[in-house]
């Protein structure tokens, strides 16, 4: 079957939105000496012909990369940018047959992780083709798999007032049988803040979320016992702060939104949930994976089977918010729900389109 991106509301972002859904599949590099409102391209920390998208009136700005997949290597207000960058890769590319690069940012993957799905560096690392879809907007299409036959696209669009980002992520597969997978969002950001998203009061999960741990059979979310002494509960609110050992953490979560409080900065992305959904690893609509550098903030979409030639859209939305003095505990990022606006997306009776 072909699945759709759930009905939007009819708001100004919503309007940005949709015609960027409906964007082309063909797509090829433009000319950088037309290029519409909102739109530079340049290089970018050694990367080529990168997509600068910035707002007018609002400090906010986008970089895209093609050249390593079309990954978001830079989203900032007042230039300060919550996305991490690895140092020690900055301008590389991904050579065919080579080893893949760990670079940080956002990028979609093939979900869910816990599939086992063969490497495939190609499909998120390999030189990406992209076209402008108008003011404030760009299409970035993927390398084909060429294992798999699968190919991931994404539409950007920056709302020139607000500078919210819509973001339309794409899994197409181009093979002969139909596959089974979700979309797995990557967004690596610096590390040293404090995660926060709300549990559910329903939830699948003894302890209302999960805990990723080794076993003999390889590594499962443990929802009865998770325990992490980074991470705490604070009137429904799972709250992780980002330092220490390696954790990962998942859960059921029905707000669709996750959000990350570093310094002065609230990095918020909204996602549509579906109460029917068939989440994989174990059922988490959300994860979030973090060490001492980086932490990684981990929408997922539903499973669904995508049958030969068809592709199944998953949208969402960020938003950086100025917060008026920096948060240090906990606490603080709890009390920052009640800034967090509503979820802009809409799931009639919870069902998977």
């Not at 939105?17 to 739109?39: E, F, T």
């Not at 002494?229 to 709250?239: A, F, Y």
């Not at 049958?307 to 240090?328: N, Q, S």
């Amino acid at each position: 079957m072909e699945c759709k991106s759930p009905r939007l509301p009819a708001s100004a972002f919503a309007r940005l939105l949709l015609p960027v859904c409906l964007a082309a599949a063909g797509v090829g590099a433009q000319n950088a000496d037309d290029l519409p409102a909102g739109i530079e391209k340049r290089s970018y920390e050694g990367w080529d012909s990168s997509i600068f998208l910035n707002a007018t009136e609002t400090a906010v700005q986008v970089v895209i990369v093609p050249a390593t997949g079309g990954r978001v290597a830079h989203f900032s207000l007042d230039g300060e940018n919550v996305l991490f960058e690895n140092a020690a890769t900055l301008g590389q590319t991904f050579t065919e047959g080579g080893a893949p690069l760990w670079l940080g940012g956002y990028q979609c993957d093939l979900g869910p992780e816990s599939r086992g799905w063969p490497a495939h560096p190609q499909l998120t690392q390999g030189r990406a083709r992209w076209k402008f879809n108008g003011d404030f907007s760009v299409h970035v299409a993927g390398p084909l798999d060429p294992r798999a036959d699968i190919a991931i696209e994404k539409d950007f669009v920056l709302a020139p007032d607000t500078g919210d980002l819509g973001l339309t992520q794409r899994i197409r597969n181009q093979s002969g049988a139909a596959i089974s997978c979700c979309v797995w969002d990557r967004t690596i950001c610096k590390g040293g803040g404090f995660v926060f998203f709300p549990l559910n009061q329903k939830s699948r999960f003894h302890a209302g979320w999960s805990q990723r741990r080794s076993q003999e059979a390889g590594s499962a979310y443990d929802g009865e016992h998770p325990a992490s002494v980074q991470t705490q509960v604070i009137e429904g609110v799972l709250v992780a702060e980002a330092v220490g050992a390696v954790t990962r953490i998942g859960a059921d979560s029905p707000a669709g939104w996750i959000a990350y409080a570093r310094g002065k900065l609230l990095f918020v992305k909204y996602f549509p949930w579906f109460a029917r959904g068939r989440y994989g690893d174990g059922g988490n609509s959300v994860e979030v994976y973090f060490d001492q550098r980086a932490v990684e903030l981990s929408p997922l979409s539903p499973e669904v089977e995508i049958a030969p030639g068809r592709d199944y859209t998953f949208p969402e939305k960020w938003v950086l918010i100025r917060l008026p003095k920096e948060v240090t505990t906990a606490a603080q990022a709890r009390k920052l729900v009640r800034k967090i606006p509503p979820t802009p997306f809409h799931t009639p009776n919870g069902a998977v389109p």
